[in-house]
């Protein structure tokens, strides 16, 4: 079968294979421990339920505007003001079906061939391929360990070119929860407004911040550096509404328009119960967000506090999201460490130290290289704090055993 380049350049996420093999663990009847989820242990709250149940009930099943329904831009609109003291127009705001979408679809429309965009590593999985798929080059810089995994200006300036389109800043992040502060922010804004390129700001995870940080988004910055930024955002992370698809970005309203185009000839609008649902979200009582956030921010102290418990791992404190992000290099110095290369036949350290976790602690993490670090795993503490004290405890016998 032939199939198209662009397909064939990009490679199947091992976020999903070593779940496929957790699963495959579990269903053998093993007693597996997985910090590989990607979304919220959470179930969606009752009034969003309720919302897009009624949704069904009074007919709100037909098609809808390719890029969303009135009401929930406006709620979009009152939302950017609200929360990020942003001024934007209907016109410039679109729902699209979930954030990853909003990400591919501005791809779509920015991109020509070799067209390059700024990607500071540890990255979110999927950036790199949406990229490529539009027919881009991911530049991919790193965002150092030792400068809390965030980039400077001069990491920029370093890999700015003509063909440069579009930096990617994700605060916080997935994977490693770095949160951009306001002055950081600052400066990156100082740089890039001069340069014709424009800043994409995926924060989805605006709502975890812990530490009583405040959120910034680098649109703040000022009006010069709002108008070369494209806001993507989404209720997926912050309601637990991962499977409802609803995602939204605002910006520059020519370009919003052309993704409306590209949307109303390629998925059509993002489905209609799922917009009323999401417009509850935005619009009801935001107590659930606040109670999912400090639920989180304890289990991040007690899942960083257990990893750094153990010999050759070390993990900085993640300032948002939900993920710890430790280095595990000290592992590599163990007299073990060869035997454990050599058996899981890994060119990479971290994807061997993942399966060697699955096999020999029944834990299931996911290897930084997936990232682009691959002096780190990422541990989703989007779970129970029985399983995080049982899998981290799990994780230190297996560890403590090679050296
Ligand atoms: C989860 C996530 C998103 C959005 O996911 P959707 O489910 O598509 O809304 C976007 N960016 C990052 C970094 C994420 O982790």
Redesign the pocket.
Known sequence: MIFSERILQIKPSATLEINALANSLKAKGYDIIGFGA??PDFDTPDSIKKAGIRAIESGKTKYTPAGGIDELKEAIVNKFKKDNNLEYAKANVIVNC????S?YNLMQVLLNNDDEVIIPAPY?VSYPPMVMLAGGKPVIIEASENNGFKITPDDIKKVVTNKTRAIVI?SP??PTGAAYTKEELKDLAGLIVQYDILVIS?D??EALIYDNTRFYNIANMGEEIKKKTIV?N?V??PYSM?GW???YMAGDESIIKKVDILQSQSTSNPTSISQWAALEALTGDQSVVHDMAKIFERRRNLIVEKLNGIKGISCKLPGGAFYAFPNISGIFRSKGWQSVIKKYNNKNNSSALSSYLLEEAKVAVVPGVEFGADNNIRLSFATSDENIKKGIERIKEAVEKLF
Request: proline share 0%.
């Open positions: 990607g979304e979930g954030g990853k979408h990400f979110w994700n992040s997935n995926d989805i995870y993507l989404g997926s992370k991962t698809r609803i995602g």
